[in-house]
């Protein structure tokens, strides 16, 4: 397995109480970092950080507030005294037509996917602009490379706007050397694909459409991370890529 010493960083896991930002901070906390593991939900995030080797916290907020956002970064600097990595994981993926879509729930899924990542980069960013570097990871996903998902407006716009934003930090941070990117999942066995994963049909459909004939498990997209969290991934930024078995190549 690809080996990546991260030893005397801390990294914030935000969306970590499962799936895959629960693999992402294993995988970090594998590597020798400490992990700060965000989630909405207490059991599932205190559950990620009982987990972990080496020293975890768990910080329950909702990445869509931006004052709760604030007083996490803040906790975890106090904590931790330091905040090198930021994983921008949360997410929601509400099934529902434009045509139906009431604009409360159009707001929470911008909110959630998109507005909880300048949240958090403006107050992780400035922590680590204060200390001369560090990594930003988006979540994006295939879907953000305009991909258009049956009834899925509001996350697919979420997902290219995450893409935009990642560029944008990626330019604006350079000077400061803070290193942005985006990592655009295919489809992951999780619970957030859970229902469709229970269609036959569509099982059948990904399979056709996956060259390399699976979907991808949470730990699938560990490694990528891990790379962009290292100094071996030192010249690149701004960039979104693809782990996806090979099902989107643009
Ligand atoms: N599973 C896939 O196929 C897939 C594909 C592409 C992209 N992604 C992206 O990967 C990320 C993780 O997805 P997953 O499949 O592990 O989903 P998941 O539903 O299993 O996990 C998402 C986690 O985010 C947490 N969360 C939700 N709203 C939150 C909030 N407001 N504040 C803090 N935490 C919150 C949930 O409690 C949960 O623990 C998401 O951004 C998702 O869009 C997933």
Aim: proline residues 4%; contains cysteine.
């Amino acid at each position: 397995m690809f080996s990546v010493n991260l030893t005397g960083r801390v990294a914030l896991v935000t969306g970590a109480g499962q799936g895959i930002g629960r693999a992402i901070a294993q995988g970090l906390a594998d590597a020798g970092a400490r992990v700060a593991v965000n989630d909405i939900n207490p059991q599932t995030a205190a559950l990620t950080a009982e987990m972990l080797p080496g020293e975890a916290n768990a910080y329950i907020s909702d990445v869509g507030d931006p004052q709760a956002v604030q007083q996490m970064v803040n906790q975890v600097v106090a904590d931790f005294g330091r905040l090198d990595v930021l994983i921008n994981n949360a997410g929601i993926e509400p099934k529902v037509s434009v045509l139906d879509m009431a604009v409360d729930d159009w707001r929470r899924v911008l909110e959630v996917n998109l507005s909880a990542a300048f949240y958090t980069s403006q107050a992780a960013g400035r922590v680590m602009r204060a200390a001369g570097g560090g990594v930003i990871i988006n979540i994006a996903s295939i879907a953000g490379h305009n991909i258009p998902l049956k009834d899925r407006a509001a996350y697919v716009a979420s997902k290219a706007g995450m893409i935009g934003f990642t560029r944008e930090c990626a330019r604006e941070f350079a000077a400061y050397g803070i290193r942005v990117n985006a990592v655009c999942p295919g489809v992951i066995e999780t619970e957030m694909t859970a229902h469709s994963r229970a269609n036959p049909a569509q099982m059948a459909k990904w399979l056709e459409d996956i060259p390399l004939k699976r979907l991808g498990i949470p730990e699938d997209v560990v490694g990528l991370v891990l790379f962009l969290c290292s100094d071996a991934a030192r010249y690149l930024t701004g960039q979104a890529i693809n782990v996806d078995g090979g099902k989107v190549m643009l």
